[in-house]
């Protein structure tokens, strides 16, 4: 298929101009993007950390991409070539990576593509984590956090009990709740969806709708879904129990009335990440690799051209790596960001009472928390627990999903 780019966007639906943090990690439908407001420079222009491959403490690390397997994990040790700057032509950018994990990535899950059917079950709350109720400390003083999303200042606010999955909504109870119910989701509808540049095999070989100017790394790929998450002949085959991405805040509200769920309020998921802990970064403490051991999927190099996935993966990862927070939630931080019931706000204002707050009556962007297998320190550190960002409802990526909630 022809290659077609442009330096915006169309507007499809009715997504307009949307109040939203516009995180470099994640993109949405609207026709003009803001700016990042990661407070660090665009692409191209690297500063001190990012050209010392700087990542808490890591530094010098390699310079080539790991090969892939069909699940997304990363065999160490292979080398594929190391990436130019950014370019407008991804694969130019970086031609091995492109050619031989990103498309080994893609063809190994598509021959592996299950049927529908094998998977039935609604989701069952009463095996879920319990969240206390109680009055949590939210929101977050600390020097890393981004004024300019409202992550501050900390407060006190009351939370009813409730139960939250341990896990991200995965592709299987997903396609689950499709099969029982034919859903078709918002990026089936609009014909594209948003997938990063060094996750598509081979650029020539799709139909790109449209880039955002300001995060070039972001393509619009004709027939990206969730079922084929990196374009047409891509699948989900080998990634059933990765968490399902190109879904939309419309498309995760419709998987809760089906499956009796709901998603979490912004202080419900933020309570819940935090696993017991009180004022710290992370669901597990203040130390981002403690030990040297990896706790989330998160982008390790340069951001975005070199990605030298030490963490294990490059694109998502299974919904339940590393180690569970003290609620036994798992990645609460990184591999992809999560849809929240509330409207996204940057006014600290507006978020809400200190008694079971839900944020703004209203807005034009829904609010998302963890970051995701995108995110890094010198760019986009919105892996932390107090980080927030924003999109329209009907925006849809490959590095955004949802988790799910019950009350009691």
């Given at each position: 298929?022809?290659?077609?780019?442009?330096?915006?966007?169309?507007?499809?639906?009715?997504?307009?101009?949307?109040?939203?943090?516009?995180?470099?990690?994640?993109?949405?439908?609207?026709?003009?993007?803001?700016?990042?407001?990661?407070?660090?420079?665009?692409?191209?222009?690297?500063?001190?950390?990012?050209?010392?491959?700087?990542?808490?403490?890591?530094?010098?690390a390699?310079?080539?991409?790991?090969q892939?397997?069909?699940?997304?994990?990363?065999?160490?040790?292979?080398?594929?070539g190391?990436?130019?700057?950014?370019?407008?032509d991804?694969?130019?950018?970086?031609?091995?990576?492109?050619?031989?994990?990103?498309?080994?990535?893609h063809?190994?899950?598509?021959?592996?593509?299950?049927?529908?059917?094998?998977?039935?079950?609604?989701?069952?709350?009463?095996?879920?984590?319990?969240?206390?109720?109680?009055?949590?400390?939210?929101?977050?003083?600390?020097?890393?956090?981004?004024?300019?999303?409202?992550?501050?200042p900390?407060?006190?606010?009351?939370?009813?009990?409730?139960?939250?999955?341990?896990?991200?909504?995965?592709?299987?109870?997903?396609a689950?709740?499709?099969?029982?119910?034919?859903?078709?989701?918002?990026?089936?509808?609009?014909?594209?969806?948003?997938?990063?540049?060094?996750?598509?095999?081979?650029?020539q070989?799709?139909?790109?709708?449209?880039?955002?100017?300001?995060?070039?790394?972001?393509?619009?790929?004709?027939?990206?879904?969730?079922?084929?998450?990196e374009g047409?002949?891509?699948?989900?085959?080998?990634?059933?129990?990765?968490?399902?991405?190109?879904?939309?805040?419309n498309?995760?509200?419709?998987?809760?009335?089906?499956?009796?769920?709901?998603?979490?309020?912004?202080?419900?998921?933020?309570?819940?990440?935090?696993?017991?802990?009180?004022?710290?970064?992370?669901?597990?403490?203040d130390?981002?690799?403690?030990?040297?051991?990896?706790?989330?999927?998160i982008?390790?190099?340069?951001?975005?051209?070199?990605?030298?996935?030490?963490?294990?993966?490059?694109?998502?990862?299974?919904?339940?790596?590393?180690?569970?927070?003290?609620?036994?939630?798992?990645?609460?931080?990184?591999?992809?960001?999560?849809?929240?019931?509330?409207?996204?706000?940057?006014?600290?204002?507006?978020?809400?009472?200190?008694?079971?707050?839900?944020?703004?009556?209203?807005g034009?962007a829904r609010?998302?928390?963890?970051g995701?297998?995108?995110?890094?320190?010198?760019?986009?550190?919105?892996?932390?627990?107090?980080?927030?960002?924003?999109?329209?409802?009907?925006?849809?990526?490959?590095?955004?999903?949802?988790?799910?909630?019950?009350?009691?």
């Open positions: 298929m022809t290659q077609e780019t442009s330096s915006t966007v169309p507007t499809s639906g009715n997504a307009g101009k949307a109040e939203t943090s516009s995180c470099c990690c994640s993109a949405g439908r609207e026709a003009a993007l803001q700016a990042p407001a990661c407070g660090t420079p665009a692409a191209g222009n690297l500063n001190a950390r990012e050209a010392k491959d700087f990542h808490e403490g890591e530094t010098g390699a310079s080539s991409f790991p892939l397997q069909g699940s997304g994990r990363a065999e160490t040790g292979q080398e594929s190391t990436p130019a700057a950014a370019s407008a991804p694969k130019e950018a970086s031609p091995a990576y492109t050619g031989s994990a990103a498309e080994r990535f063809s190994s899950a598509a021959q592996q593509e299950p049927s529908l059917a094998e998977h039935s079950a609604q989701p069952d709350p009463s095996q879920w984590p319990i969240i206390p109720e109680g009055t949590y400390i939210l929101g977050t003083d600390d020097g890393e956090g981004f004024a300019s999303d409202a992550e501050g900390a407060r006190p606010v009351h939370i009813p009990a409730f139960r939250m999955s341990p896990y991200a909504v995965t592709n299987a109870e997903f689950a709740f499709v099969q029982a119910t034919g859903y078709v989701t918002e990026a089936e509808k609009f014909g594209w969806s948003y997938v990063f540049q060094l996750l598509i095999p081979d650029p070989q799709v139909k790109i709708v449209g880039s955002p100017e300001r995060t070039p790394w972001w393509l619009g790929v004709e027939g990206a879904t969730w079922r084929e998450p047409p002949g891509s699948g989900i085959g080998d990634r059933m129990d990765h968490p399902v991405v190109h879904v939309s805040w498309d995760a509200a419709a998987y809760c009335a089906w499956a009796g769920v709901r998603l979490p309020t912004e202080v419900e998921w933020e309570a819940a990440a935090r696993g017991g802990l009180e004022r710290k970064r992370y669901p597990w403490g130390v981002l690799r403690p030990g040297g051991e990896h706790r989330c999927n982008w390790q190099g340069v951001f975005p051209t070199k990605n030298h996935a030490s963490d294990g993966y490059l694109g998502t990862a299974p919904v339940d790596v590393y180690l569970p927070n003290g609620y036994g939630l798992y990645n609460m931080s990184g591999n992809v960001w999560e849809w929240c019931g509330d409207w996204f706000t940057s006014d600290p204002a507006q978020r809400g009472s200190s008694d079971r707050p839900e944020g703004p009556a209203q034009n609010l998302m928390k963890g995701s297998y995108l995110c890094h320190q010198s760019y986009c550190n919105r892996y932390r627990v107090a980080a927030r960002s924003g999109n329209t409802p009907d925006s849809s990526t490959g590095n955004i999903g949802f988790r799910v909630v019950a009350d009691l």
